[in-house]
């Protein structure tokens, strides 16, 4: 299983950057496709979370960046985005594209993540 991350990279303070994580490989179901980032130094803390289930569709933000980034995704087509707009200079991180899924041996659930795709925000 690969998960692939583009979209990052420089942009003023205010304006908006828009990722893309697309999952691929021996997956038999996604559970959930997320993205957090990292600052230097520090763990990576959760930016957002998309749960596709038959009862509807669950969605998580952290707290500072509510009302600013909009997560969507396509359990079907394995695919997560993540609209940022308001950009502002302390959203400068390491941003990572996560799953949890299962795969087609049902080894059980398991947690994939993408290469880290940098997002610069000037002032």
């Known amino acids: 299983v690969q998960l692939q991350a583009s979209g990052g990279g420089l942009v003023q303070a205010g304006g908006s950057l828009n990722l893309t994580c697309y999952a691929s490989g021996t997956i038999f179901s996604v559970l959930s496709m997320g993205w957090y980032r990292q600052y230097p130094g520090e763990q990576r803390e959760l930016v957002a979370s998309f749960s596709s289930k038959h009862t509807g569709d669950t969605i998580d933000y952290a707290d500072s960046v509510k009302g600013r980034f909009i997560i969507s995704g396509d359990s079907a087509a394995n695919t997560v985005d993540l609209q940022m707009n308001g950009l502002k200079p302390e959203d400068t991180a390491v941003y990572y594209c996560?799953?949890?899924?299962?795969?087609?041996?049902?080894?059980?659930?398991?947690?994939?993540w993408g290469q880290g795709t940098l997002v610069t925000v000037s002032s």
């Open positions: 996560e799953a949890k899924l299962w795969t087609t041996d049902y080894s059980g659930l398991h947690e994939y």
